[in-house]
């Protein structure tokens, strides 16, 4: 087999040259495809005037072509030029950052497409494109995107293929082949660039800050309607599998924010946390491997209640789990989780002062509602079942449209409305237990999450975020009391779509409906899941253990990058060598190399050699033009016909003529 | 151009390499038997007897070649590529050395047939006589009567000589790269557009066959550039047209001298 690269070089029977060759119309088509194709997410991104205008610019430079015009006056570019940038820094504020950044470049690309008049400048701009094309890594590393990258790289390559082509066009069919062929064949480079290449913790490249914005996820804070707005999304929070039966969905309580105080309106959770001194132990334990979506925020979340504490990570005191660093890149962490422990039952009296701590002046029907409850009732526990039996009998409906609640929002909601989702009957209940004195505080995360049986792991959606309620009581410690729970049981054990009434809009794929697509949708779901795990996760500790598998355990980064440039080096050295296998078999190359050599030593003297000139006619007009040197010239020019296009050429006599043109002097 | 020594040319070279000689002038009456021979009913013998053309000769001087017709042209060229003549159902081959010398009348006069491509691609070279210089004229003008000095014309070698020289023409040497430069010229002439049309390969092989014998007469061993690009006029200015139809002599001559500016020596 031949290497498509040779076939490259070989195309026009002469070396890639960056020539002054004008361009034709069909390169310039060709270009102006590949750069529409390479920038056409960021043209989708691009503010319109912007996209509007670098699509002029692009179809004003094909249009030339087309009608073979020459360019436009350079100070016309440059002013467009300045003015575009004068723009960017106008729309962004700055030229800096991922998102300016990107427009420059866009824009100026195809301000170059307008200025390219020669092969050379074709095919710099050809590889700019590529340039242009990794920045769509900044925005999404989706399968799509890779395939649509892909897609772009072969249409770049064939335009410069197509570029070298002289003489007649073969089409646009040969091309296109060619550059499939080298696409194929780096395969092999690729696997081992990455596979072996040292890793390091995070992407490759450091993300410019504007790049998380409009990331979504729990917060630190809880206010009417500020879980609805997340309940509303099918966004991807994290995907769990689990080594071993998936727990049933009941038991599903994925731990976020602990909200501890509250002003009558909102919970907020504290500033400052404190590390747990020591995890719950016990068994049996369930163990998952959880792959968090970037939020910008530093929870991980954990089925309740975390034994363990993932590397980069902490474990406060009221069991959260909080990344030392903010969530800006899919993260993947193994976890275990013990589904029936309780803690925290040594908790110190400051702690607990801090989960009765009520608002002053908020809810008095809800203050008076607990006392009369607390003499009723001497038992916490009673009283807890007392609450529960309450929203359970009492006609309270859980419904993602609650009514708006005023001031007292508690009193309104326990007292008339009735009608609300998941924080309404966790901060209700809190509050209710703080004012009856049993320390309590608001817990927020996710509940449940769709199994996909495709790929056996469990897909959470924003749409499962969740809000419940914790109570500290004597002996026992924290204890999870769900309050929808009582309501709505369906929400905890069917997940949210079964709890809401038909008519409450939810996200088109939460519910069960339209079977077909939703087994279309969690296959999709299962394949980018894979793909998260072993293309976009491949993490140092991902490649620790596949090295390991191949027998080089603890390798260091040194023997990774030694690895690295043994396999590479092996790969490229047989592609050259197959390349060259050519070239070596003729020995007169070399002979030809030397006496282009000779040729650019009388070029620089002023006599240089026309390409059309046989070797004895340029000695005949060299020896008139230099009758000292004559004999000499004369006598390479013997050896060269000799060496060339003669039977006798040895490497001696090869070596002999070298020196020979090495020693000429003019 | 009449009158400038065709006949005297061919007729010496002839008779220097001691071969027969036979001149045919070619006429729009020209029949093929007239040219490759005919049997004759032999009243004695009771049978058909084939007398043989003057094709049945070493040089053939095909005059006026572009005034026969087509039928009869092609009688010709068939036995030029062939090296034999069927008449009758019968295969005879012609004598060894066999070659055809042919001159042609201005396309534009009338009474010819112009040769079609693919006959004047037969033709190994074309070449073009033209004044002769001053001196030359003056040498000339004094001198005897020419057909005098033909007959005083000794033969220096004979049939055998001059094919055991052809064997060793064939035995020059040509390296790669000179195929390589050959093969550049050739593919010149195919995807340029000022060329009508391409070079056969036919006409590679006659740049070859042509090459070689100079560099033979140049007294060495391998084939260089050189040689290619000075055969190159005679033997492709005749297969060569404009692609913008304008025709003539001149316009074959003036494209080989392009192709040869225009190619560079691999």
């Not at chain 1, 060619?178 to 194929?184: D, H, K, M, T, V």
């Not at chain 1, 995890?279 to 968090?292: K, Q, S």
């Not at chain 1, 608001?442 to 959606?461: A, S």
Request: some cysteine.
């Amino acid at each position: 087999m031949q290497i498509a690269c040779v076939h490259w070089l070989y195309m026009a029977q002469q070396p890639i040259s960056l020539s002054k060759r004008p361009i034709t119309a069909r390169e310039t088509f060709g270009l102006g495809a590949g750069f529409l194709l390479a920038g056409l997410a960021h043209l989708l991104r691009l503010p319109l005037w912007l996209s509007g205008l670098i699509c002029v610019i692009v179809f004003w430079r094909l249009y030339l072509a087309h009608r073979k015009t020459a360019a436009p006056r350079k100070w016309l570019l440059v002013l467009v030029a300045l003015a575009t940038a004068g723009g960017i820094l106008l729309e962004y504020r700055t030229l800096l950052g991922r998102d300016a950044g990107v427009a420059l470049l866009v824009v100026m690309l195809a301000m170059k497409l307008m200025e390219t008049y020669t092969q050379r400048d074709g095919t710099l701009l050809g590889f700019l494109g590529f340039f242009l094309l990794v920045t769509n890594f900044l925005y999404s590393q989706t399968i799509g995107t890779a395939l649509y990258m892909l897609a772009c790289a072969w249409v770049l390559i064939t335009v410069l293929i197509a570029m070298q082509f002289t003489g007649a066009w073969p089409g646009w069919y040969r091309p296109a082949q060619r550059a499939g062929l080298l696409l194929l064949q780096a395969i092999p480079l690729m696997l081992v660039l990455f596979l072996l290449f040292p890793r390091i913790q995070g992407p490759l490249w450091g993300l410019p800050h504007d790049a998380h914005a409009g990331l979504s996820g729990l917060s630190d804070n809880m206010s009417p309607g500020s879980l609805n707005n997340l309940i509303l999304s099918d966004a991807v929070a994290f995907r769990a599998s689990f080594r071993g039966r998936i727990p049933e969905a009941r038991a599903l309580y994925w731990r976020g924010p602990v909200l501890w105080d509250y002003d009558g309106r909102t919970w907020t959770a504290p500033r400052f946390v404190f590390n747990a001194e020591e995890l719950p132990a016990g068994e049996p334990a369930i163990e998952y491997t959880v792959t968090l979506e970037p939020h910008n925020k530093r929870w991980l979340f954990a089925l309740e209640f975390p034994m363990q504490r993932p590397p980069r990570a902490v474990v406060t005191r009221d069991m959260q789990l909080l990344s030392t660093t903010l969530v800006r890149n899919r993260m993947r962490y193994d976890m275990s989780s013990h589904l029936q422990s309780t803690y925290g039952a040594d908790d110190s009296e400051s702690v607990l002062r801090r989960a009765l701590q009520l608002p002053d002046g908020y809810n008095p029907r809800t203050l008076r509602h607990a006392q009369e409850l607390r003499r009723k009732f001497s038992d916490d526990r009673q009283l807890v079942n007392e609450v529960l039996a309450g929203f359970r009998n009492e006609n309270y409906v859980y419904t993602l449209s609650p009514p708006l609640l005023g001031e007292h929002a508690v009193d309104e909601f326990l007292f008339d409305t009735r009608r609300g989702f998941c924080e309404h009957y966790a901060s209700s209940f809190t509050f209710l237990m703080r004012a009856a004195g049993i320390p309590a505080r608001v817990v927020t995360g996710y509940q449940g999450g769709q199994v996909n049986p495709v790929g056996d792991y469990v897909l959470v959606r924003q749409a499962d975020a969740h809000a419940w309620t914790e109570i500290w009581l004597s002996g026992a410690g924290w204890v999870r009391i769900d309050p929808t729970a009582a309501v709505s049981p369906a929400r905890v054990e069917r997940g949210i779509a079964s709890a809401l009434p038909s008519s409450d809009a939810l996200p088109m794929f939460v519910r069960g409906d339209f079977e077909f697509l939703q087994r279309m949708r969690l296959t999709w779901d299962s394949v980018t899941y894979t793909w998260n795990q072993w293309v976009l996760g491949y993490n140092p500790e991902r490649q620790r253990q596949f090295l390991a598998n191949i027998g080089f355990s603890d390798a260091t980064w040194q023997m990774l990058a030694v690895i690295l440039f043994v396999c590479a080096g092996t790969a490229v050295l047989l592609g050259a060598m197959l390349a060259l296998r050519d070239l070596r078999a003729n020995r007169s190359d070399l002979v030809r190399t030397a006496y282009d050599h000779f040729c650019r030593k009388l070029a620089r003297r002023g006599l240089p050699r026309n390409p059309a000139e046989g070797p004895m006619d340029f000695a005949g007009r060299a020896a008139q033009w230099n009758s000292q040197a004559g004999q000499e010239i004369n006598a390479i020019s013997r050896d060269y016909v000799a060496l060339r296009y003669g039977t006798d050429a040895t490497a001696e006599s090869i070596r002999e003529f070298k020196r020979r043109i090495r020693a000429l002097n003019l | 151009m009449p009158g400038v020594g065709k006949t005297t040319l061919a007729h010496a070279i002839a008779t220097c390499l001691g071969l027969k000689f036979q001149r045919t002038q070619f006429t729009s009456d020209l029949l093929p038997a007239d040219i490759i021979g005919v049997s004759v009913y032999n009243r004695e013998s009771s049978r058909f007897e084939f007398h043989p053309g003057p094709v049945f000769t070493n040089v053939v001087l095909a005059d006026e070649v572009n005034r026969a017709t087509p039928r009869a042209q092609s009688a010709l060229l068939e036995a030029m590529e062939e090296n034999q003549v069927t008449t009758e159902g019968e295969t005879r081959l012609l004598p060894q050395p066999f070659f055809v010398i042919a001159t042609q009348n201005p396309s534009h006069q009338i009474g010819t047939f112009p040769l079609p491509e693919s006959q004047l691609d037969r033709f190994l070279m074309r070449l073009e006589l033209g004044y002769p210089d001053a001196q030359a004229e003056r040498a000339l003008l004094n001198g005897t009567d020419r057909r005098a000095l033909l007959a005083s014309l000794k033969p220096h070698i004979g049939p055998e000589d001059l094919l055991q020289l052809q064997r060793e023409v064939q035995q020059v040497h040509v390296s790669p790269a000179l195929l390589d430069y050959l093969q550049a010229l050739l593919n010149h002439t195919r995807q340029d557009s000022a060329f009508a049309h391409g070079l056969s390969p036919r006409a590679g092989l006659a740049l070859l066959h042509g090459a070689r014998a100079w560099a033979y007469m140049d007294g060495r061993k391998s084939v260089i550039p050189e040689d290619l690009q000075a055969v190159l006029p005679a033997v492709v200015a005749h297969r060569l047209s404009a692609a913008n139809g304008d025709g003539g002599t001149a316009t074959g001559t003036r494209l080989a001298e392009q192709l040869v500016q225009q190619v560079a020596i691999p």
